[in-house]
């Protein structure tokens, strides 16, 4: 087995400059990439962690069935702020300084800041959970109320 110093001195000279050259700056800054970190950290500040909204947008038109000839039918709903059981929804949020997003009964570690929900009767609370860079965790939660949700008994 060949050393260190005989596998250099194989080397080409151009190929030893430039393993010269970036030891010499390893030697240089490895010293000083704590004050680096520092420094950087010191002038570029992470935004600090908060949920600028959280709202659940109903969707202007819901799906009702198919004619006789196999087109889907859709029906407009009146206002704004109402659901319909089974309908879908958009959640949107707005969210800064986080690393994590998970929205509970939606999904964990969410990209984006929207998701198309299907509203269910039986579980209408959203739960946002943003989770800094720093561990630290902020949450927020909406409900849709009962007088705000069309089930099937009253279509």
Partial sequence: ???FFEWL?????STQL????????GM???????????????????????IEYFVLE???????GKD???VDLYAEIAGDGIFIDGSSA?????????????IEPVGKSLKGNSATVIINASNLCYSLTATG???????????????????????
Wanted: charged letters at 20%.
């Fill in 28 to 50: 240089v800054v490895i010293p000083y990439l704590s004050l680096i970190k520092r420094y950087i950290l010191f002038f570029i500040k992470p935004q600090p962690l908060k």
């Fill in 90 to 102: 958009t959640l949107i949020w707005g969210v800064t300084g986080a690393r994590n997003i998970d």
């Fill in 133 to 155: 860079f720093n561990g630290k965790k902020i949450s927020s939660t909406l409900t849709i109320q009962n007088s705000d949700l069309i089930t099937d008994e009253e279509q």
């Fill in 1 to 3: 087995m060949q050393s």
């Fill in 58 to 64: 109903s969707s202007p038109h819901v799906f009702i």
């Fill in 68 to 70: 006789s000839e196999g």
């Fill in 18 to 25: 430039v393993l010269f050259i970036f030891v010499a700056i």
């Fill in 9 to 13: 001195s194989e080397l080409d000279k």
